[in-house]
């Protein structure tokens, strides 16, 4: 069984910075890509950034250059840093990631971690 376990969000003023984090255990034999979304209240849940096991990274427009992605293979986690947050940023953030067991390849999510910007 895998959990993807993500912390690290809370209230912040805009401007600000959080850091959000993502932990992936159980059985795991490997991870592809990790990745964060995102989904504000009335709106579909987004990608917000994304990074392969080969260190490659993809993020939305909307983040470039605020946010970045990274992580430990080793360790099986995966950071992101939030910088110069908006309003807009308002969401659950939710990980996920691309995990091979012994049953073969899986998607897994995280159970969410509420980051809010106020103006």
């Known amino acids: 069984q895998v959990q993807l376990v993500n912390s690290g969000g809370g209230l912040v003023q805009a401007g600000g910075s959080l850091r959000l984090s993502c932990a992936a255990s159980g059985s795991i034999f490997s991870i592809n890509t990790m990745a964060w979304y995102r989904q504000a209240p009335g709106k579909q849940r987004e990608l917000v950034a994304a990074?392969?096991?080969?260190?490659?990274?993809d993020y939305a427009d909307s983040v470039k250059g605020r946010f970045t992605i990274s992580r430990d293979n080793g360790k099986n986690t995966m950071l992101m840093q939030m910088n110069s947050l908006k309003p807009e940023d308002t969401a659950v953030y939710y990980c996920n990631a691309d995990v091979r067991t012994a049953r073969g390849w899986s998607n897994y999510w995280g159970q969410g971690t509420q980051v809010t910007v106020s103006s």
């Open positions: 990074s392969t096991s080969g260190g490659s990274t």
